[in-house]
Antibody, heavy 118, light 110 residues
Framework: QVQLVESGGGVVQPGGSLRLSCAAS????????MHWVRQAPGRGLDWVAFIRHDGSDKYYADSVKGRFTISRDNSKNTLYLEVNSLRAEDTAIYYC???????????WGQGTLVTVSS | QSALTQPPSVSGSPGQSVAISCTGT?????????VSWYQQPPGTAPKLMIY???NRPSGVPDRFSGSKSGNTASLTISGLQAEDEADYYC??????????FGGGTKLTVL
């Protein structure tokens, strides 16, 4: 069965950096586009970034452009999100999600919590 | 990249039907049939319920249906059950090659 397992979250000071990972299994990872979506505590879902199956295209929300970088290693079935210059408003659960070929996010991980605090 | 507009809350009694609206613009919902709906019970990850406006993934009950008119999409849940109580989010692909979510709607089953 499809599984997505995020890791790498934690507490970081404003201006700091983290590298989030998403280990995928149960499907042919290198044939699927992937997303990162975040959710601040008690708030709604916020789309963050997209990467094509072969890494050839990447798109970002305006709020993270220039600070976050999405990447993938298809040999390791792993998706990444490098988050830099972190701000308090970046505090959220970060989910990775599979794009099911029809612009739909059909499988989600359980998320990893990033807390930006001094 | 303004969020899509959803009502903050809706409610209904078991067996009734409820509809949740999702209003966007001609740059997202109005221009694409790439509208999805997600269910998120408290403390859990979102689950896909509807894609491409009105299609249901396998395993989603046919009590859940979707539609679209102009810049507004809707999710209708008929025959409400206690287990349907959750937050619901709409989402659309946009002309900026991004995705946008609605603010979310809390469904309460009375």
């Amino acid at each position: 069965q499809v599984q997505l397992v995020e890791s790498g979250g934690g507490v970081v000071q404003p201006g700091g950096s983290l590298r989030l990972s998403c280990a995928a299994s149960g499907f042919t990872f290198n044939t699927y586009n992937m997303h990162w979506v975040r959710q601040a505590p008690g708030r709604g879902l916020d789309w963050v970034a997209f990467i094509r199956h072969d890494g050839s295209d990447k798109y970002y929300a305006d709020s993270v452009k220039g600070r976050f970088t999405i990447s993938r290693d298809n040999s390791k079935n792993t998706l990444y999100l490098e988050v830099n210059s972190l701000r308090a408003e970046d505090t959220a659960i970060y989910y990775c999600a599979r794009d099911g070929h029809d612009y739909k996010l059909d499988y989600w991980g359980q998320g990893t919590l990033v807390t930006v605090s001094s | 990249q303004s969020a899509l507009t959803q009502p903050p809350s809706v409610s209904g009694s078991p067996g009734q039907s409820v509809a949740i609206s999702c209003t966007g613009t001609s740059s997202d919902i109005g221009n694409y049939n790439r509208v999805s709906w997600y269910q998120q019970p408290p403390g859990t990850a979102p689950k896909l319920m509807i894609y491409e406006v009105s299609n249901r993934p396998s395993g989603v009950p046919d009590r859940f249906s979707g539609s679209k008119s102009g810049n507004t999409a809707s999710l209708t849940i008929s025959g409400l059950q206690a287990e349907d109580e959750a937050d619901y989010y709409c989402s659309s692909y946009t002309s900026s090659t991004t995705w946008v979510f609605g603010g979310g709607t809390k469904l309460t089953v009375l």
